[in-house]
């Protein structure tokens, strides 16, 4: 795709570098047994099973008649929390540690699908395809999750409703169940209390490799060694595992333990698939590549006659080692092309998850970055990179700079900085951007935990407003004692020849400037 894109920007960030990631490592971390996990014991579970139970549990209410539930994010609602098809704490610790990642740009159930992608690809599974732009329920969904207890005929009639056939049902459950197992606490009847200091949640595992992705799951069910509890349950009744996995005469499962190549990849088949499974009227959104070079997080002030310009740019593929000489090449309004600085490597920046590597480059940010300061009139209006001397500008395209309307370093608070009584928010506006609104964006969820956006107009420029340059009017909004507003960050939006849109990335609260004169 092509930068900027609001939307894409923030999945690309979520879905390839993969902050999530952290909660997995390693792949037995599981942040919910203060008895195991404090006293350096495995818990017998993992984040990572949670995660992929929670995709498809979220997914499995599915109707592809009416095409209604599938994954949206309703498995947040308590209501289906308390049901009996779902089990078990897994889902809130989930969503506790993942929902935060979820914003205005990516939905709770794109984080959701997410988890369930990362979670595969931290843990020795195979890469899968990954779009964005799910929408989250706004009620729970109807009941539908398959249980253990339910006949094999039951569970082909489910999993076809889902939109799976036969063989894909036995497919989607191996790749699930390669991860993970039955607790005591939810099945009882199925597991009993282990009183392994080792396994302190006393999870009895679908295989011996309960962390990991692989084959086990299969070589184990067709060697007949496998203690899978859904297999070899002292009570047949919940023995759903040895139904589904025989349905076909071990045909699909005997070829998954013959190669693994043939297993991780119908994995990474049907799990996309399983992500994909959407209601009605959503439409996904590309599937997108990590951009080569990304610029992310970049700052307008003005102060005074000047611009104050800082961001970041990240280079994929890089390590501190291979890092390369960047430098920032700009257009600006009066044509000139050969603006330039050459970015410093933060050196804070290298990063890696388990298969990427990027570093990052930051200017204008904290000491020791010089803030790229541009002449107020002159501005940016385009970015080019250039990276070990190679022109990296998508094609010809450049990188487009949005330079009309940003913050004024004369917004700023009144009374105590921790706690402001008042303050502004002044926002410089181009002369000759004419916007026929501005207006301050403050994200926030709805009752049902779902990000919106709320709007608060800022007013146009009245004579006692202050002046900077002569090339800007400054806007503003005064908080009043509003503490909800004196408390909380913004972006700024605007609405220039009826388009409505955000001008910046970067959130700011009033005490991010300074005390009001
Ligand atoms: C007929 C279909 C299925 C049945 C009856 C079933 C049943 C179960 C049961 C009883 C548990 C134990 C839960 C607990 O103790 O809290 C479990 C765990 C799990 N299931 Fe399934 N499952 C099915 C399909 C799937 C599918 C399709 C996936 C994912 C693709 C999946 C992923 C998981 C995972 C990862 C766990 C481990 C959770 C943990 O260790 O905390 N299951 N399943």
Not at 380 to 403: S, W, Y
Not at 422 to 432: C, E, L, S, W, Y
Not at 467 to 477: C, D, E, H, K, L
Request: glycine share 8%; net charge negative.
């Amino acid at each position: 795709y092509t930068w900027p894109s609001p939307q894409l920007d923030a999945l690309e960030g979520a879905r390839w570098e993969q902050p999530l990631h952290f909660f997995l490592r390693p792949c037995n971390a599981f942040d919910f047994d203060p008895n195991g996990a404090a006293a350096g014991r495995a818990s017998g579970r993992s984040n990572a099973a949670d995660w992929i139970r929670t995709a498809y549990h979220d997914m499995a209410t599915f109707n592809k008649n009416d095409k209604t539930g599938g994954l949206d994010g309703s498995i947040r609602f308590a209501e289906e929390q308390a049901r009996a098809e779902n089990i078990g704490d897994g889902f809130a610790n989930t969503l506790s540690k993942i929902v935060p990642f979820s914003n205005r740009y990516v939905s709770v159930a794109d984080i959701i699908a997410l988890g369930a992608v990362i979670a595969f690809e931290t843990c020795g599974g195979p890469e899968i395809t990954f779009r964005g732009g799910r929408v989250d329920a706004t009620e729970p969904n109807t009941a539908g999750v398959p249980k253990p207890d339910q006949e094999l005929d039951s569970h082909i009639a489910s999993f076809e409703k889902q939109g799976f056939t036969k063989e894909e049902m036995i497919g989607l459950v191996a790749c699930g169940h390669s991860f993970g197992g039955v607790q005591h606490a939810s099945f009882p009847d199925i597991v009993p209390e282990l009183n392994d200091p080792e396994n302190t949640q006393s999870s009895a595992h679908f295989d011996t490799t309960p962390v990991n992705f692989d084959n086990k799951i299969a070589t184990e069910y067709m060697s007949g060694t496998t203690l899978n509890p859904l297999v070899v349950g002292h009570n047949d009744t919940t023995n759903s595992d040895k139904r589904i996995f025989g349905s076909d005469g071990n045909v699909t499962m005997r070829g998954f333990a013959d190669s693994p190549e043939a297993f991780a990849s119908t994995c990474a088949t049907l799990i996309a698939r399983m992500i994909d499974t959407v209601p009605a009227g959503v439409k996904l959104t590309e599937v997108f590549t990590p951009l080569p070079v990304k610029p992310t997080s970049l700052d307008l002030i003005l102060v005074g006659d000047k611009i104050q310009f800082s961001g970041q740019v990240r280079i994929w593929n890089a390590t501190r080692n291979t890092s390369p000489q960047v430098r920032l090449l700009w257009a600006d309004h009066t044509g000139s092309k050969t603006n330039n600085a050459t970015l410093p490597f933060n050196n804070a920046g290298d990063s890696s998850n388990e298969r990427n590597s990027w570093v990052v480059f930051k200017f204008g940010t904290n000491s020791p970055f010089q803030f790229i300061t541009l002449d107020a009139a002159a501005g940016i209006t385009n970015m080019r990179f250039a990276v070990n001397d190679k022109i990296e500008d998508q094609g010809g395209l450049g990188f487009p700079v949005l330079d009309d309307i940003f913050f004024s370093s004369t917004s700023c608070y009144t009374g105590d900085h921790e706690n402001p009584s008042g303050g502004r928010f002044d926002i410089a506006v181009r002369n000759g951007a004419n916007p026929t609104r501005v207006y301050l964006e403050k994200e926030i969820r709805d009752a049902t935990g779902r990000t919106t956006i709320q709007e608060i107009d800022v007013s146009p420029p009245t004579t006692s407003s202050p002046s900077g340059s002569p090339a800007f009017s400054i806007w503003s909004y005064n908080p009043g004692n509003d503490t909800s507003d004196l408390s909380a960050v913004f972006t700024i939006g605007a609405e220039v020849n009826g388009v409505k849109a955000t001008r910046s990335s970067i959130q700011r609260a009033v005490t991010q400037f300074t005390a009001c004169a």
